[in-house]
């Protein structure tokens, strides 16, 4: 399985992006997908991950800013991202398997930069 994501850049506080991560070759079903991120020195984090069946999770302190969806007909998974605050500066991963926010499978990662 190979994870590509796509959409990260530089963005001013208050703005949004939006984040893709699209699946492809030998997908197992059923298969998670989910996004971590890793500020600069500091671990890797869970955001939010989602099942093929439209389960949800969001790390508490991100919802209502972060939302993550998936169109399971292209195999991809998206992270909208409102209000971004410097804090949100990251990298970010998208991650699939078998199980819920499962990292049996790593993208390349996408760099979000939110500074003024």
């Known amino acids: 399985v190979q994870l590509q994501a796509s959409g990260g850049g530089w963005v001013q506080p208050g703005e949004s992006l939006r984040l893709s991560c699209a699946a492809s070759?030998?997908?197992?079903?059923?298969?998670?997908m989910g996004w971590y991120r890793q500020a600069p020195g500091k671990a890797r984090q869970l955001v939010a991950a989602?099942?093929?069946?439209?389960?949800?999770w969001t790390v508490g302190s991100l919802k209502g800013r972060f939302t993550i969806s998936r169109d399971n007909a292209k195999n991809t998974v998206y992270l909208q991202m409102n209000s971004l605050e410097p804090e949100d500066t990251a990298v970010y991963y998208c991650s699939g398997g078998t199980s819920f926010a499962s990292r049996d499978y790593w993208g390349q990662g996408t760099l979000v930069t939110v500074s003024s």
């Open positions: 070759g030998s997908i197992p079903s059923p298969f998670y």
């Open positions: 989602m099942s093929t069946g439209g389960n949800t």
